[in-house]
């Protein structure tokens, strides 16, 4: 299912066109958020997806969550990370695993400046831990706005998943992603020279064969950690979830070969009671491939948007909406 999931041509007609929109999360740094608005966007949901390492705004889990969820009556923003989606321009600096602020940010911003009522964040893999980390750290502060948070497969102890990669059986996951991230690197070495191509980067790289080496020998130094572990202890959301105080919802399969499914038997996620954790046996690495036909085909897609209509204050506009649009 992870890679059925991953590489199957899909199509998305509902789909609107898309309205680029460009957060300022950092001093030197923008982010591009690929939106799709409502009508009224200031009386609908709105709810923010967060795609997985070395994923984009046009990932097909981001383009199939963001149509069902617009169909649902919802205002959608498919958010690149830095440096994703061909937006390497827009920062000096690399994407990683512990960017929490970054959504923080975005989310803050279409509070204060947008006014938007309901805020739901959605995040993949690495962005599922983004989004818990994020939600820990509001701890009792979350704004009120924030109405919940959704984590699929979320990579929540990086040390295992990274451990977990290493495995023969992973070897394909392995070298996808080792790939992009260096062809990534070479075009942040284009751009920003003084940084990167000056500093023994192509050493480094050619060093790299683990997403584990590329966080060692690329991250760590260039983020301001002292090593590949350092960074994953910094950065993994699992010391966040105990102080989750907003309705979270957490996807994940027990066959999952990334994310370890013993990464999720922790004390804090089954005691706090803000978090519900759902875990079918199957499912692959986000991938939930139904049998069944239509929205529920992408299973995970259709739990993201169900919840966020649950959730939601204005859930009545948002399914008279859905059935007019079926």
Sequence with gaps: M????AFLRRRFPNLPPTVPRFFQVDHDTQMRGDCHWQSNPAKHPTLVIVHGLEGSSDSGYMLGTAEKAYIAGLNVVRL?????????????????????????????????????????????????????KMAGEFGDAAPRQLRGIVAV??????AACCAALNETQNFIYNRHFVRELKRRMLRKA?????????????LNLARVHSVRDFDELITAPFC????????????????????????????????????????FDRAELRENPNIELIAPQYGGHGGFVSRVGGAERFWAEARIVEFCVEQSATKDQSRKRDSSTA
Excluded at 2 to 5: E, L
Excluded at 98 to 126: C, N, W
């Design 153 to 158: 497969a979320p990579a929540l102890d990086l």
């Design 80 to 132: 690149n990370q830095r440096n994703c989606g061909g937006t390497e321009k827009l920062t000096p600096t690399l994407y990683h695993s512990g960017r929490s602020a970054d959504v923080r940010a975005v989310v803050e911003e279409l509070i204060e400046r947008d006014q938007l009522p309901e805020i739901f964040v959605a995040g993949y893999s690495m962005g599922g831990n983004l989004v818990l």
């Design 2 to 5: 992870t890679i059925v999931g």
């Design 190 to 202: 284009e751009l920003f020279p003084q940084i990167y191509a000056e500093n023994g980067m192509a």
């Design 224 to 263: 301001g950690f002292k090593g590949a572990d350092d960074y994953y202890a910094r950065s993994s959301a699992m010391h966040a979830l105990k102080k989750i105080r907003v309705p979270t919802l957490i996807l994940t399969a027990q066959d999952d070969p990334v994310v370890p499914y013993r990464t």
